[in-house]
């Protein structure tokens, strides 16, 4: 508590109190404005030839749908009367006449967002900038979503804000995969020496040294390709008692594990990503995505064009094998101090993860074996990639709730106790909930991020662009001020796509470009891969935060040794992307 006290010093005080005020202030004085956006539906037919529209997964009639211009969700509407007198959303539909002079209806469901314009962005900053200065993120974050409470209008932050950002769906998800399930699936392989004999068992076969280690974690977060929270949670957890007994900084470590999460799932996409993404590419009147095959297809045709992704994979590959040309200064330090002091973090680090569990108390006359790890770990896979072939998606609570269940299943076979086991599961939850309270906050700030609508408002400044070639670069770095100040890639694609690609298109056909898909796709690539980066260097995202639990790294070391690796890559791709976007005309 005396450290928490000691960094909140006046500076950062006197941040979170004059954003506070102003917060209020604009939440109360200024009228917020309104958007109205518009998202395409596809209609669908079952069985018994009843036509549906898919409604964010839910069947809705086609009679439901009103005409366009009897719809009440308008902005000049919303400007001029409460919006409590509104719905939430409606369907819509217009009549669009085809070549050829047959008539066609096209579906939409339409909903309302609001934006204080700039004044949008002061919750996320207040965190950044508090988590930045203080090094203490449980703290900041609340400070955010303080500021995020008092400019949306909600005083009551238990009952308005936190009480149900906490009793959601995702909230849950993360108390009971994150909490329960990975630090009890910690605390067993720390206490039965599973993660050791693994660490052994990979020194003794392919581990040389430090550069072995963290080249063994690369290849891990590219095997492990789902991407995002689950690549984390499994290269961290798999590698770190490897990369701990090679003296591998957590630093580096934590860079490599972030850094092959997102940008692998991006690259190798046999996973959620274009079913998710494909839901937000829709354009009317453009063949090439009218249906969601053609939309999934053009994802993976568009992969080439992820330079980011590809840029940071590499350089991440070269941070591994230390032939990185241009290394931050402070990650050349971290890996000097962990060489020749075995200090893993830095003197004033505080990690997110418990370093009590680096003991392991193996219980006397019991013997460990690297099937103890491997076992659990194959199983896990074997769940979360046979369900996502079978189901369509991965189910990566049944995958570690089977690990843990065998972990736990095989320590008891071979001897340990009930209570020794049951104590262990303990141990690791107990190592993990500083972690999983800040995941809850950095949850709770990203829904207030996307509700006061600093998103929304960002991409309605694309509309006046003059130069079709700088659409790309504009696309990635709104995408990654979205990304990074709510800490969400999928949350950024939801508010960025749906304006990038019909804008695209209309500049592409407009100015007459002679590859107007290919100019679509670049600016697509861009627009993906700038929240990759966003999300990936965020201080409030979940992936930043679990690279840093899984691999006992201080979060704001981590965060600050991978901005300037990541902005390298970022750098080239946007050379690439405006280089190729010239070559459209």
């Not at 695209?504 to 100015?511: D, K, Y």
Request: hydrophobic fraction near 50%; include cysteine; charge should be negative.
């Amino acid at each position: 508590m005396s450290k928490l006290v000691n960094r909140w010093n006046s500076s950062s005080l006197w941040i979170f109190v004059v954003a506070a005020v102003v917060a209020g202030a604009v939440g109360s004085w200024v009228a917020p404005t309104w958007i109205v956006g518009r998202t395409a539906l596809e209609l669908t037919t079952d069985d018994a030839h009843r036509q549906w529209l898919d409604v964010k997964g839910e069947k809705r009639s086609v009679n439901d749908a009103i005409p366009i211009a009897d719809a009440n969700l308008t902005e000049e509407r919303l400007a001029k009367a409460n919006f409590q007198d509104f719905p939430e959303a409606e369907l819509v539909f217009e009549t669009v006449e085809q070549e050829g002079g047959e008539k066609q209806r096209k579906y939409f469901l339409l909903q309302a967002y609001r934006h204080w314009k700039y004044w949008s962005f002061l919750p996320a900053l207040t965190a950044i900038v508090l988590c930045w200065l203080t090094k203490e993120p449980l703290s900041a974050l609340l400070a955010g979503i303080v500021v995020g409470a008092l400019l949306i209008g909600h005083y009551d932050l238990l009952g308005e804000v936190l009480i149900p950002a906490i009793g959601t769906q995702r909230a849950a998800t993360i108390l009971i995969l994150y909490l329960w399930l990975l630090g009890g699936l910690m605390g067993v392989w720390a206490n039965t020496g599973a993660s050791r004999a693994f660490a052994n068992y990979m020194s003794r076969h392919f581990v040389r040294g430090p550069r072995s280690a963290k080249f063994v974690a690369w290849v891990l977060g590219v095997v492990f390709f789902q991407g995002g929270t689950v690549s984390a949670v499994l290269v961290g957890t798999t590698v770190r008692p490897l990369a701990d007994e090679q003296r591998v900084s957590h630093e580096e470590l934590s860079l490599i594990v972030d850094a092959t999460s997102s940008p692998i799932a991006v690259l190798l996409a046999f996973n959620v990503w274009p079913i998710y993404v494909q839901a937000f590419l829709g354009v009317a009147g453009v063949a090439y995505l009218a249906t969601e095959a053609d939309r999934v297809a053009f994802f993976f045709r568009s992969v080439p064009l992820s330079f980011y992704a590809w840029f940071s994979v590499l350089a991440t590959l070269l941070v591994a094998i230390e032939k990185h040309p241009l290394l931050p200064k402070k990650l050349i330090l971290a890996r000097e101090r962990a060489r020749t002091t075995g200090e893993l973090n830095g003197p004033d680090a505080e990690p997110l993860a418990d370093e009590e569990l680096d003991e392991e108390p193996v219980p006397p006359g019991y013997t460990p074996h690297v099937s103890d790890f491997v076992l659990p770990l194959v199983l896990l896979l074997t769940v979360a990639i046979g369900t996502y072939i079978l189901l369509g998606s991965p189910q990566v609570l049944w995958a570690f709730g089977a690990a843990l269940a065998l972990s736990a299943g095989t320590a008891w076979f071979k001897g340990m106790a009930f209570k020794t086991i049951i104590e262990s599961i303990l141990e690791g939850q107990k190592s993990v909930v500083l972690g999983s309270v800040i995941l809850l906050l950095a949850v709770t700030i990203g829904g207030i991020s996307q509700e006061v609508g600093g998103g929304r408002y960002l991409v309605t400044l694309l509309g006046g662009l003059q130069w079709y070639w700088l659409l790309p670069t504009m696309a990635f770095l709104i995408s990654i001020v979205i990304a990074f100040s709510t800490g969400s890639s999928f949350a950024t694609f939801a508010v960025t796509l749906p304006l990038v690609m019909p804008l695209a298109h209309a500049i592409a056909t407009g100015q007459g470009l002679a590859h107007p898909e290919l100019f679509v796709s670049i600016c697509f690539a861009a627009s993906l891969n700038g929240g990759v980066f966003g999300d990936q260097c965020s201080p409030i995202s979940d992936t930043t935060i679990l690279s840093s639990i899984c691999t006992g790294a201080d979060l704001m070391d981590h965060v600050k040794t991978q901005i300037p690796v990541a902005g390298q890559a970022a750098l080239l791709a946007v050379a690439c992307w405006t280089t190729l976007a010239l070559f459209c005309a």
